[in-house]
């Protein structure tokens, strides 16, 4: 069975600083991963995705994230956050061999303070 | 935007009434997606279509009840539906599904539903 586990409900960072948001992941094979935002009333947005290659995958608005296959994690990152980066964050799994059926996490809200 | 458009954007409904919600996307995609977002929850798939059929139906009861009639329309018919049934849901589309592809998901704005 796929899962994600998003530990942290809320993440508050001081404008400025590096953010960090969680993501460990349980699949039974390898995983491709994904991170998407979603903005108030708004649906999702695709932020980046890790396939295969190099572990530290860079994707929209400067976000990037790191896969560690040792601790099942795909943490997202930003060494820089903006106001503008508050909204709520999903990662997500699905398996190379299974089909394109994406299983997510429960979000994390970021709030980045000015 | 992401090419993929949902209506209405709020929907109010009784438990005895009948309503649809509708999504279309312009991108040319093969597969559509229904899923629904509950605060503090993971989205839920509720229902996958491919090229016009359907290839998952994830357990969810028959008072939804999808429909595709081409390849760029998607609809979720409600009936009797239950207070605890309020969500947003969202439309997702994707170039197609199948264990070869790894495309992203696309996805709608969402219709937020209250049933009182």
């Known amino acids: 069975a796929q899962s994600v586990a998003q530990p942290e409900d809320q993440v508050n960072v001081a404008e400025g600083n590096p953010l960090t948001v969680k993501c460990t992941y349980s699949v039974s094979g390898n995983p491709y991963l994904f991170w998407y935002v979603q903005y108030p009333n708004r649906g999702l947005q695709f932020l980046l995705k890790y396939i295969t290659g190099d572990n530290l995958v860079k994707g929209s608005y400067g976000f990037e994230a790191e896969f560690n296959k040792s601790q099942t994690s795909f943490h997202l990152k930003k060494p820089s956050a903006l106001v503008s980066d508050s909204a709520l964050y999903f990662c997500a799994v699905r398996v190379q061999t299974g089909a394109n059926n994406l299983f997510f996490g429960t979000g994390t809200r970021l709030t980045v303070i000015p | 935007e992401t090419g993929v458009t949902q209506t209405p954007r709020h929907l109010v409904m009784g438990m005895t009434n009948k309503k649809s919600l509708k999504c279309e996307q312009h991108l040319g995609h093969n597969a559509m997606y229904w899923y629904k977002q509950s605060a503090k929850k993971p989205l839920e798939l509720m229902f996958v279509?491919?090229?016009?059929?359907?290839?998952e139906n994830n357990s969810v009861p028959s008072r939804f009840s999808p429909e595709c009639p081409n390849s760029s329309h998607l609809f979720l018919h409600l009936h009797t539906l239950q207070p605890e049934d309020s969500a947003l849901y969202l439309c997702?589309?994707?170039?197609?599904?199948?264990?070869?592809?790894?495309?992203?998901?696309?996805f709608g704005p969402g219709t937020r539903l209250l049933v009182l």
């Open positions: 279509y491919s090229l016009e059929e359907r290839v």
């Open positions: 997702a589309s994707s170039p197609r599904w199948t264990v070869a592809s790894v495309e992203t998901q696309y």
